[in-house]
T-cell receptor
Framework: DTGVSQDPRHKITKRGQNVTFRCDPI?????LYWYRQTLGQGPEFLTY????????KSRLLSDRFSAERPKGSFSTLEIQRTEQGDSAMYLC??????????????FGPGTRLTVL | AQKVTQAQTEISVVEKEDVTLDCVYE???????LFWYKQPPSGELVFLIR??????QNEISGRYSWNFQKSTSSFNFTITASQVVDSAVYFC????????????FGTGTRLKVLA
């Protein structure tokens, strides 16, 4: 069990460019979450997948953001036409599905995005 | 609405002192879960504890202990005999079984343990 991995760890881009991040969850986990964390704040929920189905999107996820989880394995988060306000740490987490309960989420190391 | 409040932004203690981190939550759900995570300078969130709303027993794990009180909607975290390695940002989070089990995080408390 290698844990949740994210790639890249750091991304610097110019305003207006598109960026894509990848998350590989723990292999047997069917729940996958994306969060965004800005300096001095706690992580904020962006979106949730159960297997390949995207079941919830936060209002923080504007039309410039899109996420996918093909085949219920890895997930990608794309930001189009980046803005300086998108600069943040993007965290991916996964958890197994516990019937009727809530398991702890296992977090990846995050992708730090800087938009110049 | 669901909310988690960590009123202490930053706490500094001297090594070996005990320290308590406060967490107050709001939810209308009767079934919910509370969590504590540690975020060291490396940045990766590390799970510490999960507690469900039906289990009010306090828990101790080594130097760590947690006090869950539904009457005051609090889930406080105490580190006994703090060590420099405890220096990190600590987050309290809330999740319910209605919906997608997403976490609602507090703003975190930065703990600095001085040698």
């Amino acid at each position: 069990d290698t844990g949740v991995s994210q790639d890249p760890r750091h991304k610097i881009t110019k305003r207006g460019q598109n960026v894509t991040f990848r998350c590989d969850p723990i292999s047997e986990h069917n729940r996958l979450y994306w969060y965004r964390q800005t300096l001095g704040q706690g992580p904020e929920f962006l979106t949730y997948f159960q297997n390949e189905a995207q079941l919830e999107k936060s209002r923080l996820l504007s039309d410039r953001f899109s996420a996918e989880r093909p085949k219920g394995s890895f997930s990608t988060l794309e930001i189009q036409r980046t803005e300086q306000g998108d600069s943040a740490m993007y965290l991916c987490a996964s958890s197994p599905r516990e019937a009727g309960g809530v398991d702890e989420q296992f977090f990846g190391p995050g992708t730090r995005l800087t938009v110049l | 609405a669901q909310k988690v409040t960590q009123a202490q932004t930053e706490i500094s203690v001297v090594e070996k002192e005990d320290v308590t981190l406060d967490c107050v939550y709001e939810t209308r759900d009767t079934t919910y879960y509370l969590f504590w995570y540690k975020q060291p300078p490396s940045g990766e969130l590390v799970f510490l504890i999960r507690r469900n709303s039906f289990d009010e027993q306090n828990e101790i794990s080594g130097r760590y202990s947690w006090n869950f009180q539904k009457s005051t909607s609090s889930f406080n975290f105490t580190i006994t005999a703090s060590q420099v390695v405890d220096s990190a940002v600590y987050f309290c989070a809330l999740s319910t079984t209605s919906g997608t089990y997403k976490y609602i995080f507090g703003t975190g408390t930065r703990l600095k343990v001085l040698a």
